[in-house]
């Protein structure tokens, strides 16, 4: 096999790898850190860890519950619509540093991935809960997403995944759609 054929087909697996790891951890830390208070009570202590549930489980899924978007805030305001693009590349240094050993392309491609998600996040979560018409808005890929996250605010213990929505279907957390929340969907434009 010609080296850059080999290079090219090892780049395109450590990606699609990188993007179910992604999806897991996606899944898990909305799952368990952000609608979930820890048992134990030197983790549910931390003031860190209150601010992100808070934030969360109380701001966030108050705000858009009963309705799913809304006029747009100032910035700053936007009560958990955003991810932290600079603050994802600095907490994915431990998987990188537990790549390097074995490939530098999975060590690369795992921050690479990360940068993409939250960047992907950030618009799609931002159109969803204060839609402007962004380009993609009419896209069937982007109103998947949008439905599947939209069930998640009417059922919030299903559909953790935001941009990439594979961890739900591997943990078995996806929301069945009910015909009330097929009317909403309408209603929202994203049916």
Known sequence: MPLALSLALQTAGWFVA??????????????????????????????????????????????????????????????????????????????VIALAPFSTIGAVMFPSVVCLHHCIWNQIHLEMHQPQKRFFANWSAYKFVARHHFLHHRHPDKNFNVAFPIGDWLFGTVARVTDEDRVAMEAEGIA
Do not use: W
């Open 18 to 95: 990188m993007v179910v790891l992604m999806s897991l951890l996606e899944h898990q830390i909305h799952c368990r850190l952000m609608h979930k208070m820890p048992r134990f009570p030197l983790f549910r202590d931390l003031k860190a860890r209150k601010r992100v549930f808070t934030s969360h489980a109380v701001e966030h899924h108050s705000q858009y519950r009963q309705h799913f978007h809304d006029d747009p805030m100032p910035p700053g305001e936007d009560r958990g619509i955003r991810l932290n693009v600079r603050e994802g590349l600095i907490e994915s240094l431990p998987v």
